[in-house]
């Protein structure tokens, strides 16, 4: 859900790291803007209870393991000052302005419904709620300041003989000392998907680079597995998003102004299809839990998307 472009390059020049001849290529990745929008649907149809919404964990694993990529590839790009103001630009600003929507949103129907204004308050903001989808864009301002922090004071990070080693022991001790389900769900989200990060910024540091893309992919695979076996329900952000990614990183495919356009619809139907879902479950024939409520919330959400992207509102709200 990040704005940055992806570059994919040939190495061309003795020495350099595969993290950077991963931000100096001559084109955008179309596969890694089209698996956002991909992710975003599968969000869309957990929300509306749908078939396909059991795979959301790699969903969110998508996002979270490209934010880290993207970081990694961005984090020697001006000072670290500048970095946090693009950053919470990009992330913070939306935010706020969609948790004043939603939470104003939140209120109305408290108020219609005649329960107490502030406990609904209380549910809805961490520890106890996570205020429903917003809960990432505070979390990937976070992640993404920690890896390029990661890589600016360990530069050794972008070589993949450091970077992989570095994400599997990280998330093994992470999944060692760290017990999400344990957490009030407000703090569990913000803790769940920090694996999928560091398999991020192995990727980055294998670039296109076929030997590292494999034995990443395969590393996030075997650990995804065995967490999953232990108990850790999100696995599937190690087997299967990381994979994906590996496999649009090694047969990257040049981007056009549509899939460009695709990674920018990608955030507008996060933003937008927890609105959407409940305006139709008012207005529609639709039923919760019914494939039909999930299809026709993403593509209510991507058509509000297409109209604003283009104009200075859409850019604002998105």
Same mark, same amino acid.
């Given at each position: 859900?990040?704005?940055?472009?992806?570059? @994919?390059?040939?190495?061309?020049?003795?020495?350099?790291?595969?993290?950077?001849?991963?931000?100096?290529?001559?084109?955008?990745?179309?596969?890694?803007?089209? /698996?956002?929008?991909?992710?975003?649907?599968?969000?869309?149809?957990?929300?509306?209870?749908?078939?396909?919404?059991? #795979?959301?964990?790699?969903?969110?694993?998508?996002?979270?393991?490209? /934010?880290? @990529?993207?970081?990694?590839?961005?984090?020697?790009?001006?000072?670290?000052?500048?970095?946090?103001?693009?950053?919470?630009?990009?992330?913070?600003?939306?935010?706020?302005?969609?948790?004043?929507?939603?939470?104003? @949103?939140?209120?109305?129907?408290?108020?219609?419904?005649?329960? $107490?204004?502030?406990?609904?308050?209380?549910?809805?903001?961490?520890?106890?709620?996570?205020?429903? $989808?917003?809960?990432?864009?505070?979390?990937?301002?976070?992640?993404?300041?920690?890896?390029?922090?990661?890589?600016?004071?360990?530069?050794?990070?972008?070589?993949?003989?450091?970077?992989?080693?570095?994400?599997?022991?990280?998330?093994?001790?992470?999944?060692?000392?760290?017990?999400?389900?344990? #957490?009030?769900?407000?703090?569990?989200?913000?803790?769940?998907?920090?694996?999928?990060?560091?398999?991020?910024?192995?990727?980055?540091?294998?670039?296109?680079?076929?030997?590292?893309?494999?034995?990443?992919?395969?590393?996030?695979?075997?650990?995804?597995?065995?967490?999953?076996?232990?108990?850790?329900?999100?696995?599937?952000?190690?087997?299967?998003?990381?994979?994906?990614?590996?496999?649009?990183?090694?047969?990257?495919?040049?981007?056009?102004?549509?899939?460009? #356009?695709?990674?920018?619809?990608?955030?507008?139907?996060?933003?937008?299809?927890? /609105?959407?879902?409940?305006?139709?479950?008012?207005?529609?024939?639709?039923? /919760?839990?019914?494939?039909?409520?999930?299809?026709?919330?993403?593509?209510?959400?991507?058509?509000?998307?297409?109209?604003?992207?283009?104009?200075?509102?859409?850019?604002?709200?998105?």
């Amino acid at each position: 859900m990040d704005g940055t472009a992806l570059r @994919l390059g040939r190495a061309d020049g003795a020495g350099r790291s595969p993290a950077a001849r991963l931000d100096a290529g001559a084109g955008r990745n179309a596969g890694l803007d089209l /698996l956002r929008l991909a992710a975003a649907l599968v969000i869309v149809l957990f929300h509306a209870k749908a078939p396909g919404g059991a #795979l959301m964990p790699a969903a969110l694993g998508i996002f979270a393991a490209t /934010l880290g @990529l993207l970081a990694m590839a961005g984090a020697d790009r001006g000072g670290f000052d500048s970095l946090v103001r693009r950053r919470a630009g990009r992330l913070l600003r939306p935010f706020l302005l969609w948790a004043a929507v939603y939470l104003g @949103l939140r209120l109305a129907d408290a108020a219609a419904t005649h329960e $107490p204004l502030l406990p609904a308050i209380a549910g809805w903001f961490p520890p106890a709620g996570t205020m429903g $989808p917003l809960w990432f864009l505070p979390f990937a301002f976070l992640a993404s300041l920690a890896v390029a922090a990661v890589r600016r004071a360990w530069p050794g990070t972008a070589r993949p003989s450091v970077a992989l080693p570095f994400a599997a022991v990280g998330t093994g001790l992470w999944l060692f000392l760290v017990d999400p389900a344990s #957490l009030a769900p407000g703090i569990e989200v913000f803790f769940g998907y920090v694996p999928a990060v560091f398999f991020g910024m192995a990727l980055a540091a294998a670039g296109a680079e076929p030997f590292w893309l494999g034995l990443t992919a395969l590393a996030a695979a075997v650990l995804g597995l065995a967490a999953e076996a232990g108990g850790f329900a999100g696995g599937q952000q190690l087997y299967v998003a990381v994979p994906l990614i590996a496999v649009a990183l090694l047969r990257p495919v040049s981007g056009t102004a549509t899939t460009r #356009l695709a990674a920018d619809l990608s955030m507008a139907v996060y933003l937008l299809h927890v /609105l959407v879902l409940a305006v139709l479950l008012r207005i529609s024939p639709f039923d /919760l839990g019914s494939i039909a409520l999930g299809l026709a919330g993403f593509a209510g959400a991507a058509a509000i998307g297409l109209v604003l992207l283009p104009t200075p509102l859409g850019r604002w709200l998105f």
